[in-house]
C-alpha cells in the first residue's frame, strides 16, 4: 500500500488527506504537541506527534519529517503550503532519503523562490514584468540613482521573500535609504538571505494570478485565473474564480503568458504565475511564481471541476501520466469566492487573536462548501498561522456566489475568540466590491468593522 505524509497540519492536512483516500492510498498525519486534537490527527489513517508546539522544533523540523516517513512506510511527502512547501533544500532531502516529494522540483522551487531569480525567468520566457533593478548593492549614490530611474513610488523587496513579506513601499525619496537598511536587516534575519532588489510600485492594481499545471518536458496547461485583489497586510482575504471584469483577450493573454513560462522551465507540479493588472490599460506585470499549491486553490476546482491536490498526487506517483485533460477540454463553468475566516481582530489592524473554540458549527447548505482545520474545543495558538477555516460558496454567477457567500457567513457560529467573520460580511456587501470595483488597496484604504 503506497502511503503519503502529510507534513502539515489544519486545514490543509485535511484536504491533503482526502485527496490522498480519494486516489486510493493511506495517509499520516504529524502533528504537535500543541495540535494533537485537530481534525486532521483523527482523519490520517495513522498519526505521529512531531515535536512541541513552536514550529521550528516541529512542522519546520524536516529530519524529523523524514524520519517519520520512513518509519510509517510512507514514499510520498505533500508539503501543502507554508511551513516546508516551498524550500529547496527540504524537497532535495526528501529525494535523497528516496522519497517522492509531491511538488515541483528543487530546483524550480530555489529559482522561483528568489525573485530576483524569477523575474530574470520571467523577462527570458516574453512574460511582461515592471521596471525595476537587479540586486542592489550598498553604494547609496548608486541606490538613489536607481530609484529615481524607476520613479516614485516603488518597491523594495527581498529577493527570498514572499506572501507580502520583505516589501515596503517607497514614497518619498528621503525615506529610501532607511527603508532599504531595515529591510535589509529583515530580510537577513527572516530568511537568511538579505539581498534585494526595486521595482515600480502600481498604485491602483487588481492581484490576479493563473494556476497552471506542469508536465515537465511534455509542457503545461492553465486552469483559468483568480482575482485575489482582496488584502489585509498585502495578504489575501477573499479570492475568487474567474477574475471579474477580464476581458477574453487579457485572460488568453495572461494564461498563455503563465504557460510559456511553465514551459520555458520544464515545470512539474501544481503552480500559480501571480500578476499585477491595471485594468483602465490592460496591461500585467509579473509579480512572482509560487511553487506549490495555494491556500486559494477551491474556487478553482470549483469552477473547473478539476481537483488540484488530488492531481498532485497522480502526478507524483505517476509523472508520464497526465493527471488533468487537455487544455482545450478545460472549461470554466460558473464563479467560485473564497472567504478566509481568521481567528484576528480587524479593528486592531486584524492582529492575530488566538484563544479557545467554546463553539464551532457550520451550517449545512448547498452550493457551500467549508475548509476548517479546527472544531470545538480546539486552540488556535500563538505559534501558527491563525487562518480558522475557508468558507467557499458557488454561483451561476458573481452575484448568486457573492450573495450566497454572504448568507453563508452569517450562519457561522463560533464563540470563545475574536475573529474576522463581521468584518467578512461588511466587506462582501460594501457596494464596491458588490460591483467589483476595487484593487489590492481596498481594505487599507478605509475598511474598518
Known amino acids: ?13 485535511c484536504r491533503i488527506i482526502r485527496a490522498a483516500h480519494a486516489v486510493g492510498i493511506e495517509a499520516v498525519a504529524v502533528h504537535s504537541e500543541q495540535d494533537a486534537q485537530l481534525p486532521h490527527v483523527s482523519m490520517a489513517d495513522q498519526a505521529v506527534c512531531i515535536g512541541p508546539a513552536a514550529a521550528r522544533q516541529s512542522y519546520l523540523d524536516a529530519e524529523k519529517l523524514i524520519r517519520i516517513a520512513g518509519e510509517t512506510g510512507c514514499t510520498l511527502v505533500h508539503p501543502g503550503y507554508g511551513f516546508l512547501s516551498e524550500n529547496a533544500d527540504f524537497a532535495r532531502r526528501c529525494v535523497a532519503a528516496g522519497l517522492t516529494f509531491v511538488g515541483p522540483s528543487a530546483d524550480h522551487i530555489a529559482l522561483m523562490g528568489d525573485k530576483q531569480n524569477a523575474r530574470d525567468a520571467a523577462i527570458a520566457s516574453g512574460v511582461p514584468v515592471l521596471p525595476g533593478t537587479g540586486r542592489l548593492g550598498t553604494d547609496e549614490a548608486t541606490l538613489r540613482e536607481q530609484a529615481a530611474a524607476i520613479g516614485y513610488p516603488l518597491l523594495v523587496k527581498a529577493t527570498a521573500g514572499g506572501g507580502g513579506h520583505g516589501m515596503q513601499r517607497i514614497d518619498d525619496p528621503a525615506a529610501l535609504i532607511g527603508t532599504i537598511e531595515r529591510t535589509r536587516d529583515f530580510a537577513g534575519r527572516i530568511f537568511g538571505d538579505d539581498s534585494l532588489y526595486l521595482e515600480r510600485c502600481l498604485g491602483t492594481a487588481r492581484h490576479v494570478e493563473v494556476q497552471v499545471f506542469g508536465f515537465g518536458r511534455h509542457g503545461a496547461v492553465h486552469l483559468f485565473e483568480r482575482d485575489c485583489s ?9 479570492e475568487e474564480a474567474p477574475a471579474p471584469g477580464l476581458s477574453p483577450a487579457t485572460r488568453d493573454a495572461m494564461t498563455e503568458a503563465a504557460c510559456n513560462l511553465a514551459r520555458s522551465i520544464g515545470y512539474s507540479g501544481a503552480g500559480t504565475v501571480e500578476y499585477l493588472y491595471e485594468p483602465a490599460t490592460g496591461e500585467f506585470f509579473f509579480l ?25 498526487i497522480r502526478f ?13 477540454a478545460l472549461r470554466l463553468d460558473g464563479v467560485a469566492i473564497e472567504a478566509r475566516v481568521y481567528a484576528e481582530n480587524p479593528s486592531k489592524r486584524f492582529l492575530p487573536a488566538p484563544g479557545r473554540i467554546d463553539s464551532l458549527i457550520l451550517p449545512r447548505l448547498a452550493d457551500v462548501d467549508f475548509h476548517c482545520g479546527y472544531a470545538t474545543g480546539n486552540e488556535v495558538s ?14 451561476s454567477d458573481r452575484a448568486a456566489a457573492r450573495q450566497t457567500l454572504v448568507d453563508a457567513l452569517k450562519r457561522v457560529e463560533i464563540q470563545g475568540l475574536t ?15 458588490v460591483q467589483a470595483e476595487y484593487d489590492t488597496t ?8
Open 230 to 238: 482582496l488584502q489585509r497586510r498585502h495578504q489575501k482575504v477573499v
Open 316 to 328: 507524483a506517483m505517476a509523472p508520464d501520466a497526465r493527471p488533468l485533460p487537455a487544455q482545450d
Open 419 to 433: 475573529t474576522n467573520l463581521p468584518f467578512l460580511i461588511e466587506l462582501l456587501e460594501h457596494p464596491d466590491v
Open 382 to 395: 500563538v505559534h501558527y498561522d491563525p487562518l480558522v477555516m475557508k468558507v467557499v460558496a458557488r454561483g
Open 442 to 449: 481596498f481594505i487599507e484604504a478605509g475598511m474598518t468593522c
Open 288 to 312: 512572482e511564481m509560487n511553487t506549490r499549491i495555494q491556500v486559494e486553490h477551491p474556487v478553482t476546482e470549483v469552477v473547473t471541476g478539476q481537483d488540484l491536490v488530488a492531481a498532485q
Open 1 to 13: 500500500m503506497t502511503r503519503l505524509l502529510v507534513a502539515n497540519r489544519g486545514e490543509i492536512a
